[in-house]
Structures are given as structure tokens and as C-alpha cells.
T-cell receptor, first 115, second 108 residues
């Protein structure tokens, strides 16, 4: 597709279950970012992949959060043993490369609700 | 994580009015960005600022990169219904740090 796509668009889960969120970046974009947006808040950086470099995981809030990027394209964000405070919109973005001159294009997000 | 101080939190205006919002930080940034987010969508970049003191326009939008590199403002002139949404500032060093957002509502 032409833009960043994410699936599912909505996910409702029970506390304690694991969830996987998927991001398909724009073709050819080497940089991929995950953000979390809690209700009424700005975006909070979670993790960043750039090419074959080791990912920058400095924004992950706990060890229950992890992400992979397979083959330099699709990425999966996994949240284990979900808690109610994990409820938020999870946004993925991609850019041609790293650095300030490369615009990040955002997907529509996955709205996660933990009951 | 850190978020930038953005004000006002919300604005209720009439169509045709001008809008002004700003963002401040305790840290210096090399780049300031302004995004707009519509319901159910991700943010879309409106304006990017790369130099302290820079004033940039994009149609009815004007933004400035503060001279101290710790603040930025966004003005929207002659607002129209499609301006409704949430506006976010973001400062960038390596990663983006976002403001808390300004929700713009146009009163009929």
C-alpha cells in the first residue's frame, strides 16, 4: 500500500493475556518507530529500528514489552501479561532513513483496551 | 517519558478566527515539528523547522523555531472547519519528543 498500515485497528483483551500488534511500513523505508498514545496525551516513544542496527529500546516501559522487525520490513510489538495501564493507541511510523531530515509517516494506530 | 509543555490544552473558536498555540521545553532541540492528528488517524506533519529563529509558512499556517531552541509556536490564520483536530508539537534530537497536544474545536 501507499502508506503505513497497522493491524488490528482495535484489540480488546483481558488482563494477563499477551497481545501482538503488527506494523507494515512504507516499502523502502529503513527506519521504523513505535509510539504509545494514552488518552488525551501526546505520543510516547517506545522503540526504533534502523536498518540492520541494534534497535533503540530505550522507551520500552517494562520488560513485558518487546518488538521485532523481520527482514527489515514488517514489525511486531508484543505486550506480555497485559495490564490495564497498557490501554492506549499504539502508533507505528516509518521513514526513509534516520535523522532529522527524514519525515516520519504514521500509521492509523491500534487501539488496545485491556479489561 | 518526557513530554513537552504545550498550550493551550484546548481551544474553542469560531470559523474565520486566527489560532495561536505554543510549545516549551527545558531542553534544547535541533528541530521542531508540528503535526495534526484527525480522529482515528496517525499524526500528519504540517511544518518542520530546522534553524533557531526560523519562521516558516505553509498556506494559512505559520510556525517559528524559538531563538533559544527551547520553544516554538504555530499560528493558523482564518480557521476553516477542516482545521478541527489535535495539534502536536515535537522536538527532535535523535528521537522525537512530543507535546501534550492542543485540541482545536470550531463552534458553529
Amino acid at each position: 500500500g501507499a502508506g503505513v498500515s497497522q493491524s488490528p485497528s482495535n484489540k480488546v483483551t483481558e488482563k494477563g493475556k499477551d497481545v501482538e500488534l503488527r506494523c507494515d511500513p512504507i516499502s523502502g523505508h529503513t527506519a521504523l518507530y513505535w509510539y504509545r498514545q494514552s488518552l488525551g496525551q501526546g505520543l510516547e516513544f517506545l522503540i526504533y529500528f534502523q536498518g540492520n542496527s541494534a534497535p533503540d529500546k530505550s522507551g520500552l516501559p517494562s520488560d513485558r514489552f518487546s518488538a521485532e522487525r523481520t527482514g527489515g520490513s514488517v514489525s511486531t510489538l508484543t505486550i506480555q501479561r497485559t495490564q490495564q495501564e497498557d490501554s492506549a493507541v499504539y502508533l507505528c511510523a516509518s521513514s526513509l532513513g534516520a535523522g532529522v531530515s527524514n519525515e516520519q509517516f504514521f500509521g492509523p494506530g491500534t487501539r488496545l483496551t485491556v479489561l | 517519558g518526557q513530554q513537552l509543555n504545550q498550550s493551550p490544552q484546548s481551544m474553542f473558536i469560531q470559523e474565520g478566527e486566527d489560532v495561536s498555540m505554543n510549545c516549551t521545553s527545558s531542553s534544547i532541540f535541533n528541530t521542531w515539528l508540528w503535526y495534526k492528528q484527525d480522529p482515528g488517524e496517525g499524526p500528519v506533519l504540517l511544518i518542520a523547522l530546522y534553524k533557531a529563529g526560523e519562521l516558516t509558512s505553509n498556506g494559512r499556517l505559520t510556525a517559528q523555531f524559538g531563538i533559544t531552541r527551547k520553544d516554538s509556536f504555530l499560528n493558523i490564520s482564518a480557521s476553516i472547519p477542516s482545521d478541527v483536530g489535535i495539534y502536536f508539537c515535537a522536538g527532535q534530537r535523535e528521537k522525537l519528543t512530543f507535546g501534550t497536544g492542543t485540541r482545536l474545536t470550531i463552534i458553529p
